[in-house]
Structures are given as C-alpha cells and as structure tokens.
C-alpha cells in the first residue's frame, strides 16, 4: 500500500501562485511514478502533469504547460505541483496519484490515490 496526502491547495487570485505538495508513505517511494490529476464540479477527471520514479521525465498537459511545474523529492518522499499564473479555469479538486514504475498519462492506469485538495481561482 502507499498512502498519499495532499496538502497546499486554497483560494487564490488569478494570475497568483500555488504549491501542492503531495506526502507518501508505505512502499518505496521512489518504485513508483507520480501523477496530479483534477476533476472540476460536473466534469471527468483529468491529467495534468507526471514525474517518473527518479524525477528525469516529466509530462503536462497542454493546458498547464508554461505555467505548472511538477517535480519530486525522493528523500522527503513527496512530489509537487508549483502552479503559477493560475486560471479561473484551474480550478478543481487536485489528486496525486502513484503508480508502480512506469510513467503514465491515464487516471485508470495509476495504483493509488489521495484523497484530493480544493484550487479555488478567483477571477
């Protein structure tokens, strides 16, 4: 099992900055690929960045590229989303998500979930 909590979400101006950080426990942490995903009010879950296990590949999704940045710390087992110039449209509850190993863009291939943290962008 690894168990991942996140934490850093809140309401924000557009055009201001968030940092999520999201903590895991368990199994090694480094064994696993890190995804965020979001899912607004009446809307599917959607990607938004990954980072494989050692931090050397990173995806985004079109929608956030040049604006959030996702990264990982192996020692402190925790990854995280700096969002810069944020959106009205950015706004969702955010989840980190593990999977064993390899990178991946879709929500169904990733092996754990945390409970999700609010973006509230105010326009």
């Known amino acids: 099992q690894v168990h991942l909590v996140e934490s850093g979400g809140g309401l924000v101006q557009a055009g201001g900055s968030l940092r999520l950080s999201c903590a895991a426990s368990?199994?090694?942490?480094?064994?696993?690929?890190m995804g965020w995903f979001r899912q607004a009010p009446g809307k599917e879950r959607q990607f938004v960045a990954a980072?494989?296990?050692?931090?050397?590949?990173?995806y985004s999704a079109d929608s956030v590229k040049g604006r959030f940045t996702i990264s990982r710390d192996n020692a402190k087992n925790t990854v995280y989303l700096q969002m810069n110039s944020l959106k009205a449209e950015d706004t969702a509850i955010y989840y980190c998500?593990?999977?064993?190993?390899?990178?991946?863009?879709?929500?169904?291939?990733?092996?754990?979930w945390g409970q999700g943290t609010q973006v509230t962008v105010s326009s």
């Open positions: 998500a593990a999977r064993y190993y390899t990178i991946s863009y879709y929500a169904q291939e990733y092996d754990y």
């Open positions: 368990g199994r090694t942490f480094s064994n696993y690929a």
């Open positions: 980072v494989s296990w050692a931090g050397g590949t990173t």
